[in-house]
């Protein structure tokens, strides 16, 4: 190997090493695009199972709400007949 291949061979590793080096450094340095409790609520608003379970969620709460209220009716009427002596 002459002199100025050798020369050469060594700039070009240098030069690699020292491309690998910033490169590492740059993607060290930046920030991630999206953090992952971003990825995480992203990923549940746009899924359409969630978005299901979301409407049965909804009609379960109504459905409790509806049946609280006929209950608080029974026992209004019951606490009124108790006070009033009818039935």
Do not use: C
């Not at 953090?35 to 609520?41: D, R």
Request: no cysteine; net charge positive.
């Amino acid at each position: 190997m002459t002199r100025q291949r050798r020369y050469l061979a060594i700039v070009f590793v240098m030069l690699s090493l020292l491309v690998i080096a910033l490169g590492r450094r740059a993607w060290a340095d930046t920030e991630p695009l999206m953090h992952e409790a971003l990825v995480v609520s992203l990923a549940m608003e746009n899924n359409p199972q969630m978005a299901i379970a979301d409407k049965r969620v909804e009609q379960a709460r109504a459905a409790v709400a509806e049946e609280a209220y006929k209950l608080a009716q029974e026992h209004r009427r019951r606490i009124e007949a108790l006070y009033t002596g009818t039935e």
